[in-house]
């Protein structure tokens, strides 16, 4: 198994220059993290997949429940955001819309690790009371 120590203290000094005890935002389980960005909650999760032997670094945070009527509109309006989003992305999983960046940690450098952190909260903490209004849904607890 590969060593994550190295970016398990990437995200948490990542965590600590957003002004925020990482320790206060450790998860039940080593590589998880929680934070707030405004309005929007920040999942972050390093974790190592045996079979692959890689380890990956993912940002969501999630923004909505899916709407019950205009999901054309919804999505459509998704797909159009995308396009101007820088590195991360809406993703739907369930019935759940969420910011999301992942990739291997292979490589990953602090800045990266920062930069992902901030920019998903950024996204998450722009959108989501704006697509909740315009689309009449309320959020609720990590799915």
């Not at 080593?30 to 707030?36: D, E, V």
């Not at 909505?64 to 991360?88: D, I, K």
Request: net charge negative; aromatic share 14%; glycine share 6%.
């Amino acid at each position: 198994m590969e060593n994550l120590q190295v970016y398990y203290d990437m995200v948490e000094t990542s965590i600590r220059d957003l002004g925020v005890d990482p320790a206060a935002c450790r998860g039940e389980q080593a590589g998880q993290w929680s934070l707030k960005k405004g309005s929007a909650s920040v999942w972050i999760d390093l974790w190592h997949i045996e079979r692959e032997n890689r380890a990956y670094f993912q940002v969501l945070a999630p923004v909505m429940q899916l709407p019950t009527s205009n999901l054309q509109a919804f999505y459509q309006e998704l797909l159009e955001l995308n396009y101007t989003f820088y590195g991360v992305a809406f993703v739907k999983y369930n019935d759940w819309v969420y910011v999301k960046v992942i990739r291997e940690v292979d490589g990953l450098e602090q800045k990266e690790t920062a930069a992902m952190i901030n920019r998903v909260g950024w996204y998450a903490d722009e959108y989501d009371d704006k697509l909740k209004a315009r689309y009449g849904v309320t959020t609720g607890e990590r799915v």
